[in-house]
């Protein structure tokens, strides 16, 4: 295999197959971190009382009636404050993944150049010309 055809077809993977790849991966993380943390679950769910716990009146008496929907209400408010912070957790950590994404692909752009800057720098500091 002589070395420009080498050359070609690791441009080609390197600038077209391997994108895809990173992608992909990328989109797999960005999935994963979906689920792990539950967000679309969590939003659709976010007024329901925490464990489900709420109170049904045994009477129909004043009292009864509003014991149980102040225990409703607490039960409702005990849920949303522990699930605001499990969404804005996992939208940070979405966030995070997109930023390395990025990241990486711009610094995938450049990776190509290192080796012959590499090489020169070793060249020259070998050979002692500057």
């Avoid at 002589?2 to 993977?13: G, K, L, N, P, T």
């Avoid at 509003?66 to 804005?88: E, K, Q, T």
Wanted: proline fraction near 5%; include cysteine; glycine fraction near 4%.
């Amino acid at each position: 295999m002589d070395v420009v055809s080498f050359c070609v077809r690791y441009m080609w993977w390197h600038y077209v197959h391997a994108w895809k790849d990173i992608s992909r991966v990328c989109i797999n993380f960005l999935w994963g971190m979906w689920r792990l943390f539950s967000i679309s679950e969590l939003t659709v769910n976010l007024l329901t009382p925490f464990e489900r716990l709420d109170e049904r009146p045994k009477t129909f008496l004043p009292r009864d009636l509003g014991s149980a929907f102040l225990v409703s209400i607490i039960m409702r408010v005990v849920g949303l404050m522990l699930r605001i912070p499990v969404i804005l957790i996992g939208f940070v950590f979405l966030i995070v993944v997109l930023l390395v994404w990025v990241c990486l692909l711009l610094s995938w752009i450049f990776l190509p150049l290192i080796i012959p800057v590499v090489a020169t720098i070793g060249l020259v500091n070998a050979l002692g010309i500057l």
